[in-house]
């Protein structure tokens, strides 16, 4: 990272906390339910088309294995013609579950880049070539996606991947996203 990244970054480390400072808080409580009530308007799309999956990274886990098992099944029942695994560390080991589950590698790109949910569209948007795309994640990330995919005027079609988890985890991933989302109200411009 250069320098003058890190300087943008801090930067809106700071945009950020001083939003959350001057609300009170308010900013992230009024993210936090725009998240819980758009993650309940997500519906499972009923397009029959055939479009590449976008597989969102993140840690390996629970998570990245649901993740990597949705976009196998768009690929089994024919709605997903190739697969992008997109994350740092993570997309590797996606890559590596697809084949196990008898995904041919042919049909599978990697995007080792992105450490986040913009970085992941903005690295994998040359391998989708301007095509709309299945967007696989949990339902409570999709609305973050749709919403950076439209500013960077994608088509993102939301695939959500509903799992079981404990509640003082999912409780974290919400606070953790409705943090993420007023880090962008508060920051709107596109950085890398």
């Known amino acids: 990272m250069t320098k003058k990244n890190r300087h943008f970054e801090e930067g809106q480390r700071y ?6 400072a001057c609300t009170g808080g308010l900013s992230v409580v009024v993210a936090l339910g725009w998240v819980i009530r758009s993650k309940n308007q997500i519906e499972i799309s009923s397009s029959k088309a055939v479009y590449p999956a976008l597989v969102f990274g993140c840690p390996p886990g629970p998570a990245l294995t649901a993740r990597t098992l949705a976009a ?4 089994k029942n024919g709605f997903a013609d190739r697969i992008i695994v997109s994350g740092r560390g993570e ?3 996606a890559y590596d579950m697809l084949v196990a589950h008898g995904v041919d590698d042919k049909r599978i790109d990697v995007e080792a880049k992105a450490r986040n949910t913009m970085e992941n569209l903005i690295f994998s948007a040359p391998l989708l070539k301007g095509q709309t795309f299945w967007a696989v994640s949990d339902r409570w990330h999709l609305p973050r996606i749709k919403s950076i995919a439209r500013t960077l005027d994608m088509d993102a079609i939301p695939h959500p991947v509903d799992r079981v988890q404990p509640m003082i985890s999912y409780a974290k991933q919400l606070v953790r996203e409705g943090l993420s989302v007023t880090h962008r ?6 950085s890398l």
Not at 72 to 75: A, G, M, N, P, R
């Open 72 to 75: 196998v099944e768009l690929v």
């Open 91 to 93: 997309a590797t080991q």
């Open 185 to 190: 109200w508060a920051n709107p411009v596109l």
């Open 15 to 20: 945009r950020t906390a001083a939003l959350i």
